[in-house]
């Protein structure tokens, strides 16, 4: 497994992640047996970093991360590293009702997680979006209080913004910031990207394959469950799927001339951006798992990135990444 280093400060991690979210939530109905067998596909094949929140499935998923690991061999155990987002608040329903920054609400969280997770220590903690209400110091200082205790290995962020991540790094250091990027989100190259260079910080980018729009498998003709997400967010929806499938097409004949698939064609594009950028694939099953660590073995030349450019430029993407009441959720694109 090839391994990329989180910033100036952070841990060495696999190159590519795993990001959890989807075994528990947000994307329909998932398959336990299936979600464990892919976890462990991930671990054999020396996948590291596993990425999970304490709202997805309001705990499920990070004790299903628990029950893997447990279950897991020993070697593969000891070098998982976990990194957890929290702070979202949840109604018993599964609504959103807000974020919680608060110091003795941070080390609250921490607690729980820990004893679903079954770990002494989380290695990359994170507020999963800013608490408007609390400045990101206080938040922040309060995870570094958990370092100081052993609790936690390392400080992350989540969708911030380049001052509050300058703000954020004057109080400790900070190892990654976890933030949407992708061919069709690339809004982090104005300035966050260049910001958090400058300050040593590395990116763990979630949603390579945009929530599975470019990862060459979605069809117009898909129906989305109730309780799949992706039916409220703007690019999934009438035009605005057309033209982002449009887009897929022709990044499909890109990948054909190149003999790889579109989703390893996305991901491949994601770390060619550099070696401080690690991708979270979201893959739910074996195969879709197999798919992305393809992507491992694949080098893109600048012709390849030149022909990727063109049949996805920059900004092409139809609707915003997600629904508005979200979006007003997002230090980044403030």
């Keep these: 497994m090839q391994t990329r280093t989180l910033g100036t400060t952070g841990p060495q991690t696999s190159a590519l992640g795993l990001g ?4 528990s939530a947000l994307y329909g109905d998932s398959d336990r047996s299936e979600s464990l067998a892919t976890l462990h596909a991930a671990l054999d094949a020396g996948i590291t970093l596993l990425d999970t929140g304490d709202f997805y499935g ?51 969280f921490a ?21 408007p209400d609390v400045p990101i110091e206080e938040t922040v200082g309060a995870i570094a209080e958990l370092v100081e205790a052993g609790h936690v290995r390392h400080i992350g962020l989540s969708e ?3 001052q509050t991540l300058r703000r954020a790094a ?18 982090i190259e104005e300035a966050i990207l260049p910001t958090a260079r400058e300050l040593g910080i590395g990116v763990t980018a979630y949603g390579v394959l945009s929530r599975g729009l470019i990862s060459g498998h979605f ?20 035009e605005n799927l057309d033209r982002n499938l449009d887009l897929v097409d022709a990044l499909r004949k890109t990948a054909e001339q190149k003999g790889v698939s579109v989703a390893q064609t996305a991901i491949a594009w994601v770390l060619s951006r550099g070696a401080d950028i690690v991708p979270l694939v ?12 393809g992507t491992l073995d694949i ?36």
């Excluded at 679903?116 to 999963?128: N, V």
């Excluded at 069809?219 to 009438?238: C, E, I, M, V, Y």
């Design 170 to 187: 004057a109080v400790a250091p900070i190892s990654d910031l976890q933030i949407e990027y992708s061919l069709l989100s690339r809004g």
């Design 111 to 131: 607690a729980y997680s820990l004893q679903r997770l079954g770990t002494d220590h989380i290695d990359i903690y994170r507020i999963a979006r800013v608490d």
């Design 282 to 293: 979201g893959a739910r099953r074996r195969d879709r798992l197999a798919e992305a660590l």
């Design 219 to 238: 069809t117009r003709d898909r129906k989305l469950a109730a309780n799949d997400f992706r039916g409220r967010s703007p690019r999934f929806q009438g």
């Design 160 to 162: 911030v913004g380049a």
């Design 20 to 23: 959890c979210m989807g075994m």
């Design 299 to 334: 080098t893109l030349d600048a012709d390849d990135l030149a022909a990727i450019e063109h049949a996805v430029p920059a900004g092409a993407a139809a609707g915003d990444r997600y629904p508005s009441d979200q979006m007003a959720h997002l230090d980044s694109e403030h």
């Design 58 to 108: 309001m705990g499920h998923n990070e004790l299903l991360i628990n029950e893997a690991l447990r279950s897991a061999p020993a070697a593969a155990r000891e070098k998982a590293q976990i990194s957890v987002k929290f702070g979202a608040l949840r109604t018993v329903e599964g609504g959103f009702t807000g974020y919680d920054g608060r110091p003795n609400a941070v080390k609250n």
